[in-house]
């Protein structure tokens, strides 16, 4: 296994949320179950490189494609990637390194090869069958959650249920947060009965009208969101959706969302 794919830090917060692994029958007890770690390589190789599951290279990653895709599936069916990430945020709100305040969304298109559920015809690609990840961001462009739709839905619809995938974050005293106080959005959640609902929900509507000159500043907050979403996109297998359920997807938008997280603690310190 390469050691680069999995670094200690990461498996060290990973290891305690896997499920256990099923118990070896005394009679006929087959191959050795491959390494719950060299399988997390070989996962973490396809989400980096984007290579097709069948083409992972089983002599430098240390696992078969088709074990890695397995363990992903479980691991996904288990809820590994939100408490993931869920814990990774936790640690930066300890460490000081969320401002939940000022937070930011937006929408980005991809395309989908293969269909599956959340696809629909994208309004930006000529009808082509595509996917769109909405992402929610706090003021240092730190990813809060990630869902997915299909891509003719429209951004606005999925503002609230984007806010309701935040996980309530630990790591201070008193209650967890779970919701902004300044929501920062573009001209395409600019609908006065979102607004009405954010201010309903506590939450102080920061969008940039239809109609009105560029100028308005918002641009000076909301921007890291488009930074994270470059984040999110260099793990190529994001770039374009290939896994046709809908769930592994996300599983892999999770586990990248993590490892951004990850990536902030270390350069923290």
């Not at 070896?24 to 050795?32: I, N, T, V």
């Not at 989908?112 to 000529?126: F, I, M, Q, T």
Request: one cysteine or more.
């Amino acid at each position: 296994m390469r050691a680069d794919l999995v670094p200690d830090d990461l498996w060290e917060r990973v290891a305690p949320l896997l499920p256990p692994a099923p118990e070896r029958r005394h009679r006929h007890p087959g191959r050795l179950r491959v390494p719950d770690r060299t399988a997390l390589a070989g996962v973490l190789f396809v989400l980096r490189t984007g290579v097709a599951w069948r083409d992972v290279p089983a002599e430098t990653v240390g696992c078969s494609g088709v074990t890695a895709w397995r363990r992903l599936r479980d691991w996904t069916e288990a809820g590994v990637w939100p408490r993931l990430h869920a814990a990774l945020l936790a640690e930066l709100r300890r460490a000081d390194l969320l401002d939940l305040d000022d937070c930011s969304v937006d929408g980005s298109h991809v395309r989908a090869l293969k269909g599956g559920k959340h696809v629909g015809p994208s309004p930006v690609d000529r009808a082509r069958p595509g996917s769109k990840h909405h992402l929610i961001v706090d003021r240092y462009g730190t990813p809060l959650a990630v869902t997915l739709t299909g891509g003719n839905r429209h951004d606005v619809t999925q503002l609230l249920p984007l806010l309701e995938s935040v996980p309530p974050i630990r790591g201070a005293r008193g209650r967890p947060r779970l919701k902004p106080r300044r929501l920062y959005a573009d001209r395409g959640y600019d609908f006065d009965k979102y607004r009405r609902l954010l201010w309903k929900c506590g939450i102080k509507p920061m969008i940039a009208r239809r109609g009105v000159a560029h100028g308005s500043g918002l641009g000076k907050v909301r921007w890291v969101v488009e930074r994270a979403f470059a984040w999110l996109h260099q793990f190529k297998r994001l770039r374009t959706r290939y896994e046709r359920r809908a769930d592994l997807h996300q599983g892999l938008l999770d586990l990248a969302c993590s490892l951004i997280c990850l990536r902030r603690l270390r350069t923290s310190f």
